[in-house]
């Protein structure tokens, strides 16, 4: 199998606080992990890419000292949202991929996230 | 940049009848990958089907098929005697395999099934 949870699955936290959500490949060991943010009733946008042991790349637009993203391990990645506002409420989905099936991606249940 | 196009915001059927929907795509690479996903009401992602870009013929899992026609970048999926638990949003996506591989998205198209 390859099974990728998250957690939390919903979350509320207030403005101006920070939110970690974690992305966890249960039955594999995960060579690169992608976060996606979703929009209701729109497509997934990827924010950034992380291989285990080394920095994230983000994509155009996305602000990486307000999405900090942490591959400490190869079965976890970490996305924190830092300061958050309203405007970053929002549906989070991760997926990994395998070591040398780098094609196949894995979604995770996603995480909403308000922001009030 | 590679592109990926869903003219169909939203598609309705009868259960047990045949939809097709359509994706175009645009790419100067030769080989890449395109992918149909489903995703339910529960918003988990599920792969439903893989074309190989350098295969001819056309991927089938079950009831799902594609009409790959790499000439025109037209990449449609076909859903057969479809049934209730096929109502989802669809994504069509185009991956090119390189040292960072990342999987772009259509902008999905709304299937409902009605009993």
């Known amino acids: 199998g390859a099974v990728v949870s998250q957690h939390p699955s919903r979350v509320i936290c207030k403005s101006g606080t920070s939110v970690k959500i974690e992305c966890r490949s249960l039955?594999?060991?995960?060579?690169?992990m992608f976060w996606y943010r979703q929009f209701p009733k729109q497509s997934l946008m990827l924010m950034a890419t992380?291989?285990?042991?080394?920095?994230?790349?983000?994509e155009q637009g996305v602000e990486k000292d307000k999405f900090l993203i942490n591959h400490a391990s190869l079965t976890l990645s970490t996305l924190t949202v830092t300061s958050a506002h309203p405007e970053d409420s929002s549906f989070y989905i991760c997926s990994a991929s395998k070591p040398g099936v780098e094609l196949e991606q894995y979604f995770g249940p996603g995480t909403r996230l308000t922001v009030t | 940049a590679q592109t990926v196009t869903q003219s169909q915001p939203e598609m309705s059927v009868q259960e047990a009848e045949t939809v097709t929907l359509s994706c175009t795509y645009d790419?100067?690479?030769?080989?890449?990958?395109l992918f149909w996903y489903k995703q339910p009401p529960s918003r988990q992602m599920i792969l439903v089907i893989r074309q190989e870009a350098y295969k001819q013929q056309n991927a089938t899992e079950n009831r799902f098929s594609v009409n790959f026609q790499k000439a025109a970048k037209s990449f449609s999926l076909k859903i057969s005697d479809s049934q209730l638990g096929d109502t989802a949003m669809y994504f069509c996506a185009y991956l090119f395999y390189s040292s960072a591989s990342k999987i772009i998205f259509g902008s999905g198209t709304r299937l409902s099934i009605r009993p």
């Open positions: 992380s291989n285990e042991g080394s920095k994230a790349t983000y």
């Open positions: 790419t100067s690479e030769s080989n890449y990958y």
């Open positions: 039955d594999f060991q995960a060579t690169t």
